[in-house]
């Protein structure tokens, strides 16, 4: 019987051992549930507050979204247009690579041209007529080409260019130089040192040049020319190369009666040329404007001489007709109106009335001194004139009235 009640109350203790373990579980699941809970619930509300600040961000974001698409827009246009530029300046830069391959040709051909003697001289005179164009003179007019003349030496002689200047007088001009060694110095890889030695043969050429000049004495074939030469280079680096390489050059040149001169002097001097020919038309058309006054002066004279005699004339005239009708008046048309106041004639006779006007008088006194030169006196010479004259009976005079 005790063993029973032990079982039994061993099952009411392990009864309540579980019913308070269960109770204890049950307690424990309800905190985690709470808590599990609260945390979905604070998880809520940080998703919603997470939602509401996306929503804030996203409409704030908006206008740079727009902004970024536009960009990109913009982005995509100018690479576009880059692709194209780059394209059409390849191209361009396939037309200059062309064009500098043409035009290193066509110098490699001009100079290859130039290193013929023929060639250079045809230059030279086609720059020679380039810079007498410009100045202003005409061909055939103001200056001649290729003139022939014998020089005192007696060898003929045949300038390029002859200037006409004022006074029948004239101005030689010759275009040949020489530039074999000045063309060779152009070259691109040449040292400095063989550079240098062209030029200096450049001018020991131009020099022998100007002696040949000389030797011709082109100035003794004219008449009425200045003792000299003008020596025209046709390139202004190729004179100022020579001078440069020999500096004495140019007197040396002078010295023999050969000015050297590039486009610029030259033009200068042609200038200078034909602004000393419209001088002398000036001058001209002057002398012949002056002799034209002085043959209208003395026309005019005259024209107011016969004027004068027309005017005393048509006075005459007046005064004969004046005459006639107070003779009509007085002697004629008297009887005649005693014949109306006998009733022979019914008719009033006109009666004509006399002029009142006369010619006007001449007033200039050019006019008037011409029109009586004929009647003019001699004046008579007693000698007095010349007395009176003199500086003492003039100051004498002067005394007198003082």
Known sequence: MDLVLALL??????????AVVVRQLGAVRAAATTAERDLLRERVLDLEAALADDAQTAAALAPLRDTLKRVETQVGTLERDRTHQFAALERTIAQVHASTTSLDRQTQSLAGSLNASTVRGAWGEVQLRRVLEHAGLLARC??????????????????DVVVQLPGRKHL???????????????????????????????AAHLEGHVRSLADKDYWSAFEAAPEMVVCFVPSEAMLSAALSANPSLHEEAMARRVVLVGPGALLALLRTVAFTWQQDALTANARELMKLGRELYDRLGTLGSHTAKMGTALQRSVEAYNQMVGALEARVLVSARKMRDLDVVEAELPQPAPIEAGP??????????????ED??????LGLRRQSDSPAVGGEKTREAG
């Open 376 to 381: 003019r006196r001699p004046d008579l010479d």
């Open 142 to 159: 103001d200056f001649d080409e290729q003139v022939c003349r014998v020089s005192r030496h007696g060898k003929q002689v045949r300038p």
């Open 172 to 202: 030689v001009v010759d275009s040949k130089a020489p530039m074999t060694a000045f063309l060779q110095a152009q070259a691109d890889d040449l040292p400095a040192e063989r550079r240098g030695e062209l030029l200096r043969q450049h």
């Open 9 to 18: 109350a061993g099952l009411v203790l392990g009864a309540l051992a579980s």
């Open 360 to 373: 006007r008088v001449l007033t200039a006194m050019e006019l008037i001194e011409q029109a009586t030169a």
